[in-house]
């Protein structure tokens, strides 16, 4: 099935948020923004579940990790 254009989640942000873990084992796409601060701090709060390993955030220009939470929690 293919969702129509306007309910995709991902439309064309820069940055994407991960958690390892949470909601699943491995590595999860959490979401996407081009504010990679606001990224940072949902970040820090999925960082608090039970299962959640690590986060981090990947810039999709450079396919780079470029910010990683293992501070919190």
Do not use: Y
């Amino acid at each position: 099935m293919t969702l129509p254009r306007h309910r995709i989640g991902d439309k064309g942000q820069r940055f994407e948020l991960q958690a390892e873990g949470w909601p699943a084992d491995g590595w999860n796409v959490i979401g996407w923004d081009d504010d990679r601060s606001r990224l940072e701090m949902r970040g820090v709060a999925i960082r608090h579940a039970p299962s959640c390993t690590d986060v981090r955030i990947i810039d999709r220009h450079t396919q780079e990790a470029v910010g990683r939470d293992h501070d919190a929690g």
